[in-house]
């Protein structure tokens, strides 16, 4: 069974910067994608960056200038770098990975990392 395990997250101030990690229980090659999603208090879960298994990304365009996803195959970790963070980034933290075994589509979950950004 695959697990992520979401760390790194914390109480920053506005302006400030956070790593998110997101380890994985085995190698992230098998996963198609890999995102880094999140959820604030009343408001629906939102992607907030993705990167597939070939390097591409993508990022909402909140977020875009200020957030990147990198991932380290040798560990077995997709990151987020959070820079320049504002209020509107407090939220929880969601890893994603998606596979596909044997022509299914298949969808895991962290249980998310707290962000909270002071003003």
């Known amino acids: 069974q695959v697990q992520l395990v979401e760390s790194g997250g914390g109480l920053v101030q506005a302006g400030g910067s956070l790593r998110l990690s997101c380890a994985a229980s085995?190698?992230?090659?098998?996963?198609?994608?890999v995102g880094w999603y999140r959820q604030a208090p009343g408001k629906q879960r939102e992607l907030v960056a993705g990167?597939?298994?070939?390097?591409?990304?993508n990022y909402a365009d909140s977020v875009k200038g200020r957030i990147t996803i990198s991932r380290d195959n040798a560990k077995n970790t997709v990151y987020l770098q959070m820079n320049s963070l504002r209020p509107e980034d407090t939220a929880v933290y969601f890893c994603?990975?998606?596979?596909?075994?044997?022509?299914?589509?298949?969808?895991?979950w962290g249980k998310g990392t707290l962000v909270t950004v002071s003003s």
């Open positions: 994603n990975a998606e596979r596909t075994l044997f022509g299914v589509n298949m969808d895991y």
């Open positions: 990167i597939t298994s070939g390097g591409s990304t």
């Open positions: 085995g190698s992230i090659l098998v996963f198609n994608v």
